[in-house]
């Protein structure tokens, strides 16, 4: 069975500092993976998705980038966090890009 | 407009009532549709997919709308356990991209 894991669950940096979350699935080959944020009390945006190793789209500009250096390890970075950046961020992955998406269990950042 | 549309809510039901929520979306290729549910500081849980003839699950009831462009999720005999927030989820035509809804809270009351 496919699984998918992220980390760290908590994280708490000061503005200014660079991130780095961490999202890997097992269990499939080639799936599509996204990051999402949702701020509190919001829905989920769509940060970023990738079809394969190396490609990646971004939906939003931001300060955020993302990258696939595996078939199933999707990364998403920052150099400089602003305040802006807290919320709950979210991995998923995806067969197919019509077929549903599991998301992983989240990484709650607040940038203090 | 917003991709995917939903009352906020909150709906406060008691126990064993029936409950119904409505989602629209705007773009009529939209190809996918779903039902995630969305327990509080919690990840996204796929609930059900809806398909074009309608499908159940249990208590669980999904509808597919193409005309008026609107999915629906009806919970019958409704549990202290379903309380959560309800995500409708629609996949745009391009295929990788999912559009959520901010979702519908729902509790249920003893």
């Known amino acids: 069975s496919q699984t998918i894991h992220q980390w760290p669950a908590t994280l708490v940096q000061p503005v200014g500092s660079p991130l780095s979350l961490e999202c890997t699935v097992e269990g499939t080959s080639n799936p599509n993976l996204y990051w999402y944020r949702q701020a509190a009390g919001r829905g989920l945006q769509l940060l970023f998705y990738s079809v394969g190793i190396g490609q990646i789209s971004s939906e939003v500009p931001q300060n955020l980038s993302a990258s696939r250096p595996q078939d199933r390890q999707f990364i998403l970075s920052s150099k400089k966090l602003l305040l802006s950046d807290s919320g709950f961020y979210l991995c998923a992955w995806s067969i197919a890009g019509v077929s549903e998406q599991y998301f992983g269990p989240g990484t709650r950042l607040t940038v203090t | 407009r917003k991709e995917v549309e939903q009352d906020p809510g909150p709906f406060n039901v008691p126990e064993g009532a029936t409950v119904a929520f409505n989602c629209t979306y705007s773009?009529?290729?939209?190809?996918?549709f779903f039902w995630y549910r969305q327990d509080c500081r919690k990840e996204p849980k796929l609930l059900m997919s809806?398909?074009?003839s309608g499908n159940e699950d249990g208590r669980f009831t999904a509808q597919l709308n193409r005309a008026s462009q609107y999915i629906s999720l009806l919970i019958r005999d409704s549990k202290l356990s379903d309380s959560a927030t309800y995500l409708c989820?629609?996949?745009?035509?391009?295929?990788?991209?999912?559009?959520f809804g901010t979702g519908t809270s729902l509790t249920v009351i003893p």
């Open positions: 809806v398909y074009s």
């Open positions: 989820v629609v996949n745009a035509n391009t295929g990788n991209q999912f559009y």
């Open positions: 773009n009529s290729a939209s190809q996918s």
